[in-house]
């Protein structure tokens, strides 16, 4: 239950849900003669698209995220590898069968290098099906078709075909590999997903290395105008709100035990 309803909560938070909200609250009040709420929600609301849209404030949101684990020297030997889901297009490979990659796909495609340059690895998929759409086909199916169609070999691939959010890949990923945290394992995922991902392999006692991928912010933005790219903006700027009160939620409820995890 707690998957579907962190989904549900985040589609009505989001700044884009929440300004046409108080968009429509401003123009429902305007029948009414309440013309200062009126115009005090059509204020904010109008802000919130302007500074998502046409700032860098998402990406002076993010950089921190991203800044927070800095990937380190590879080793020289990796007993395995986890790479978390979210880099595919479900929708698409539910109905297409293949293995297209969404605006996370870096997660996957480092993933699939790092085991080809370390066959020794065993690679853990933890991909389950999407939390809104459970009729869909896990990801973690589609992941295996493009690991395979690289030319790794299926005997080294563990699927996690079950888990809905961070806290079960954690957990199920522990489960499924039995690790006594003596081995070296990668965790790849997102910059801004590392530190909120640590923070729960660690509550699930599986040591891991972080190693960032799909970096967002150069970390140089700093907060200005950014104009040429306000659909980009925005989704910059909503990723970033979800990360930190996925954060905030995680610690107010115990699964972590830092609001912002680091090395």
Known sequence: MFPVLTRIFWLLVQPVSIAILLLILSWLLSFRAKRGWSRTFLAVGTLILLLTGFTTFGYALIAPLEDRFTRPVEPARIDGIVVLGGGMDGEVNDVRGGWELNRSGDRMVEA????LRHPEAKIVIAAGPAA??????????????????FGVAPE?????????N?????????????????????????????????GLFRKADFAVVP????????????????????????????????EWVGLLGYRLTGKIDELLPGP
Do not use: C
């Open 112 to 115: 699939v290098r790092l085991a």
């Open 132 to 149: 809104l759409a459970m009729d869909q086909e896990p990801e973690a199916y589609a992941a295996r078709r493009m690991f395979e169609g």
């Open 156 to 164: 080294r691939l563990i699927l996690d075909d079950k888990s809905r």
């Open 166 to 198: 961070t806290e079960e890949n954690a957990q199920f990923a522990k489960a499924l590999t039995g690790t006594m945290g003596t081995e070296t394992w990668l965790l790849v995922t997102s910059a801004f997903h590392m530190p909120r991902s640590v």
């Open 211 to 242: 190693w960032a991928v799909d970096y967002l912010a150069s970390g140089n933005e700093g907060f200005r105008l950014k104009l040429d790219q306000s659909p980009e903006n925005i989704a910059v700027a909503s990723i970033a709100l979800r």
